[in-house]
């Protein structure tokens, strides 16, 4: 393979290449070589890669900065969050109201019934897939990264094991209907529930219990979601107390309810400790652990 070196700039501004031939550790021109030459183009002429083009709708759901792309996981999240959570309170608005079921205050539908109506249970499993493996699982990545040095790699191991298995969960849930795959939602459900709960409950605390080696700005929205943590597990228990006392009559469909919404929104109030994810790194820029 031939090799070139620089020899100089000529007037028109262009670099000048000589073939080089190596011989002993040491480059000699070949003379009987033609010149190459490669243009020089002005840094000022370069695209900004750095600035965001501020005239786009969405400028805001990214930065660029140092070559890292970072995608606005605030923004995403409570996009979907919010999203998810309206088409659940319509679907059950809309089922009462074609009188699919008894909607009153002694009488009222779990959210496994209302889902695993015709088209609701297709709604709910699209909505909840995008929400699980377009928003859910860059949460639980994006907070390993947040804790990555922090925490030992075995507990933060251990976080993206059961986030993981809470965003095949819940998809899952609509997939196996309640009549005719009740073991199997019921399962489905468990894991979701149990393993999203103990995941947010770990997140939680490793967060509040290393509040000081983040930024100031970050401190109250940790501590704000170290009590929406506990509030989760409170409806959490309650949910399971009032499954085992009454089953599926009242209050139960009204803690589910309240339940459900709770879960699908809790990253919602915990991306106001994590405005950005970098998605895309330069080469060989690691993330350095913190003593």
Not at 80 to 99: D, H, N, P, R
Not at 131 to 150: D, E, S, W
Not at 170 to 187: A, K, M, N, R, Y
């Amino acid at each position: 393979m031939q090799n070139y070196i620089q020899t100089g700039v000529d007037q028109n501004g262009f670099l000048v290449y000589h073939p080089s031939q190596q011989s002993n550790n040491k480059f000699r021109l070949k003379e009987s070589e033609p010149t190459q030459q490669h243009k020089i183009v002005p840094s000022l002429l370069l695209p900004q890669q750095n600035k965001k083009n501020y005239g786009s709708w969405f400028s805001k759901f990214f930065i660029i900065d140092d070559g890292v792309i970072s995608l606005s996981l605030k923004d995403l999240t409570l996009i979907l969050s919010f999203g998810i959570s309206i088409t659940l309170i319509l679907m059950c608005v809309v089922a009462c109201s074609e009188k699919e079921f008894v909607c009153t205050s002694k009488d009222f539908p779990m959210v496994s019934d209302v889902i695993a109506l015709p088209m609701y249970d297709r709604t709910f499993i699209i909505l909840t897939a995008i929400m699980m493996f377009g928003v859910q699982q860059v949460n639980i990545r994006a907070f390993y990264k947040k804790l990555y040095g922090i925490v030992s790699d075995q507990y933060n191991d251990f976080l993206i094991i059961l986030g993981g298995l809470s965003c095949i969960a819940l998809p899952l849930i609509g997939v196996f209907d309640e009549h005719q795959w009740g073991p199997v939602h019921g399962t489905c459900a468990f894991i979701f529930f149990g393993g999203f709960g103990f995941y947010c409950i770990l997140l939680g605390r490793a967060l509040y219990q290393n509040k000081d080696k983040f930024p100031a700005s970050q401190q109250r929205s940790i501590k704000l979601m170290m009590n929406n943590t506990w509030g989760l597990l409170i409806f959490l228990v309650a949910f399971l107390i009032s499954i085992a006392l009454v089953k599926s009559s009242v209050p139960t469909p009204f803690i589910e309810w309240a339940t459900v919404l709770y879960f699908v929104n809790f990253f919602a109030i915990a991306s106001f400790t994590n405005d950005f994810y970098d998605s895309v790194h330069e080469d060989g820029k690691l993330i350095p652990k913190q003593d």
